[in-house]
């Protein structure tokens, strides 16, 4: 089975530019977190969604930042305008639902903001 | 609230030597989980392992160990033979296993530690 994808695995933009960041978790499972990694904050979990509903939004940072997950194949994080301090690598993780604690996450979207 | 700490920031080692990594967790559950993530220079983060709070079974998996101790509330990894290949930032987790507002088991991490294996 094909893991959890992500896309783009690399973003350079400027900033005030619009950034969509895309996930695909694996089939079937009725979790998706998004998460942010950088050197000084390590890995926060941003948000997440229980069957396509955004349950917890309490770790996006800024209004600058919206997430959506229109069906259970597709997940979107957007970020608009972008600015330099968003440089980081994003990661989407997905996971089954009761019963299940482990997460398996994409290879992460690496951002640079200029 | 749960905690995961990591205090070993660097290890160095040289290959075929043991290496182990230290974690010691908070939480205030009585049932919770402990992982251990893998994350290459590649990027990604790769799930090794699952711990259950009311198991305290050591596990062994090829040159992989782990040793879940309760009473100390550590979870620490051990690589037996280390190989160049095994180096990576490793990730020690925890989740809580009740619902409370929304927390839904979410995992706490680490900060993490940098493993280097030399040849």
């Known amino acids: 089975d094909a893991g959890v994808i992500q896309s783009p695995r690399h973003e350079v933009t400027e900033m005030g530019q619009e950034v969509t960041l895309r996930c695909k978790p694996i089939?079937?499972?009725?979790?998706l977190f998004w998460y942010r990694q950088t050197m000084m904050r390590g890995l926060e979990l941003l948000i997440y969604?229980?069957?396509?509903?955004?349950?917890?939004d309490s770790g996006m940072p800024e209004d600058r930042f919206s997430a959506k997950m229109p069906n259970a194949s597709f997940s979107t994080l957007k970020i608009q305008p972008s600015e330099p301090r968003d440089s980081a690598v994003y990661f989407c993780?997905?996971?089954?639902?009761?019963?299940?604690?482990?997460?398996?996450f994409g290879p992460g979207t690496r951002l640079t903001v200029t | 609230a749960q905690k995961v700490t990591q205090a070993q920031t660097e290890i160095s080692v040289v290959e075929k030597e043991d290496v182990t990594l230290d974690c010691v967790y908070e939480?205030?559950?009585?049932?919770?989980?402990l992982f251990w993530y893998k994350q290459p220079p590649s990027g990604e983060l790769v799930f090794l392992i699952r711990?259950?709070?009311?198991?305290?079974q050591n596990e062994i998996s090829g040159r992989y160990s782990w040793n879940f101790q309760k009473s100390t509330s550590s979870f620490n990894f051990t690589i037996t033979a280390s190989q160049v290949v095994d180096s990576a930032v490793y990730f020690c987790?925890?989740?809580?296993?009740?619902?409370?507002?929304?927390?839904?088991?979410?995992?706490?991490f680490g900060s993490g530690t940098q493993l280097t294996v030399l040849p």
């Open positions: 993780a997905s996971r089954a639902g009761q019963g299940a604690y482990e997460q398996y």
């Open positions: 089939s079937g499972h009725d979790y």
């Open positions: 969604f229980n069957n396509n509903v955004p349950i917890d």
């Open positions: 939480t205030r559950d009585t049932t919770y989980y």
């Open positions: 711990r259950n709070s009311f198991d305290e």
């Open positions: 987790a925890l989740s809580e296993s009740r619902f409370s507002s929304g927390s839904a088991r979410q995992l706490t």
